[in-house]
């Protein structure tokens, strides 16, 4: 691996002609950082990452710098981001999506503000930037500054069908992506606003191949970016050998009587009548093996009267995309859901609450 980075890159307004500048000028800034890029200075093939846990029991991977590299140009020119593009960076860079940040600017020349990763990450802004990446809580927060980022990346949870409506009235381009640590982030794109057709579904990015295993399962082989054919446990429909429709995680399918249902795809259907956050998920059940439950943050309030649970049942009862079967049989509520550090709800951890 050569110490090598693009001549037009500038960090916080900072040009750098050696290596050495930008690891002392980065040592002032962050100690994360700093220890990142000496990392990915070195001689070493590879980078170690740590996985955020969302779906699993968190890990450290390595990834070969090579790939790193190859990810970076495919979103630069998927996204039409050369050198010189401003960006700003507002991850937390502990996960694959702020250190794939830094990598683009490195290697693509772009010039890379960072702010603090939080929740209203563009607070004290005042710039405008051709490309950044947030999570949707992110997103959610800064939709009042949101138009002083052309293009933005969406990764690390489900856009709301709230939040998907509120973005139809800005100037932003906003993108969902589909990827997780092992592809290097984003492999498939969604675009969520200024679409003129709907449905709109999950495009590949180039030099990517997806198909499906026996559980109807996403399999990716992305030789730039992966050694192996990666299996994963999203539950998906082909819609061509490029596009696809995201049902929902394979271990998250709840088997009540027989009838397979998918958490993500009724919880889609749910926002329609739910602010709170929440989530559905299977419990046991003598009878049906497992029965499906609705668990919701604090109490429901619309017009700042709360819903007793049967005016919820009968709201959701009115939704005519919900089959019977998608109906939860019972509803709990909890003041405060866990969540991972990057604001995913952990849906194990909050049922062992309410005590299953």
């Known amino acids: 691996m050569e110490n090598k980075f693009h001549k037009h890159f500038q960090f916080n307004g900072k040009s750098f002609d050696t290596v050495n500048e930008i690891l002392e000028f980065t040592s002032n800034i962050s100690t994360e950082i700093h220890t990142f890029l000496q990392d990915w200075f070195s001689n070493r093939l590879t980078i170690t990452v740590q996985t955020s846990g969302s779906t699993g029991t968190p890990k450290s991977i390595e990834l070969q710098k090579k790939h790193m590299i190859n990810s970076a140009f495919a979103t630069a020119h998927y996204f039409d981001l050369p050198a010189k593009t401003t960006a700003l960076l507002?991850?937390?860079?502990?996960?694959?999506?702020?250190?794939?940040?830094?990598?683009?600017?490195?290697?693509?020349?772009?010039?890379?503000?960072?702010?603090?990763?939080?929740?209203?990450?563009?607070?004290?802004?005042?710039?405008?930037?051709?490309?950044?990446?947030?999570?949707?809580?992110?997103?959610?927060?800064?939709?009042?500054?949101?138009?002083?980022?052309?293009?933005?990346?969406?990764?690390?949870?489900?856009?709301?069908?709230?939040?998907?409506?509120?973005?139809?009235?800005?100037?932003?381009?906003?993108f969902a992506t589909y990827g997780m640590t092992e592809t290097i982030t984003h492999i498939a794109v969604?675009?969520?606003?200024?679409?003129?057709?709907?449905?709109?579904?999950?495009?590949?990015?180039?030099?990517?191949?997806?198909?499906?295993?026996?559980?109807?399962?996403?399999?990716?082989?992305?030789?730039?970016?992966?050694?192996?054919?990666?299996?994963?446990?999203?539950?998906?429909?082909?819609?061509?050998?490029?596009?696809?429709?995201?049902?929902?995680?394979?271990?998250?399918?709840?088997?009540?009587?027989g009838i397979k249902l998918h958490p993500e795809t009724i919880e889609e259907k749910l926002a329609k009548v739910i602010e709170n956050r929440f989530f559905v998920a299977g419990i046991h059940d003598d009878q049906l093996g497992e029965k499906l439950i609705l668990v919701i943050e604090s109490l429901v309030k619309i017009e700042n009267e709360t819903l007793t649970k049967m005016e919820l049942f009968s709201k959701i009862k009115s939704l005519k995309t919900l089959s019977k079967f998608e109906i939860p049989k019972e509803i709990y509520f909890i003041n405060s859901f866990t969540e991972t550090t990057s604001g995913k709800i952990q849906r194990k951890k909050n049922l062992e609450k309410l005590g299953f």
């Not at 004290?124 to 959610?140: G, H, I, W």
């Not at 002083?148 to 139809?168: A, E, P, R, T």
């Open 190 to 257: 969604k675009k969520l606003n200024h679409v003129h057709k709907y449905p709109n579904f999950y495009e590949v990015l180039p030099n990517v191949t997806i198909y499906k295993d026996q559980r109807n399962c996403l399999v990716i082989e992305a030789k730039n970016v992966a050694e192996k054919v990666l299996f994963t446990n999203d539950v998906v429909q082909l819609i061509s050998h490029k596009k696809f429709d995201w049902l929902g995680r394979f271990d998250n399918v709840i088997n009540s009587g």
């Open 90 to 174: 507002c991850l937390p860079i502990t996960y694959i999506a702020g250190k794939m940040m830094l990598i683009r600017a490195i290697n693509i020349g772009w010039h890379l503000d960072i702010v603090e990763a939080t929740l209203h990450p563009l607070k004290n802004v005042t710039k405008s930037y051709d490309f950044s990446a947030m999570v949707p809580l992110q997103l959610e927060n800064s939709l009042d500054k949101i138009d002083g980022i052309k293009k933005l990346i969406v990764g690390g949870g489900v856009v709301s069908n709230q939040l998907q409506q509120k973005l139809q009235k800005i100037d932003c381009h906003v």
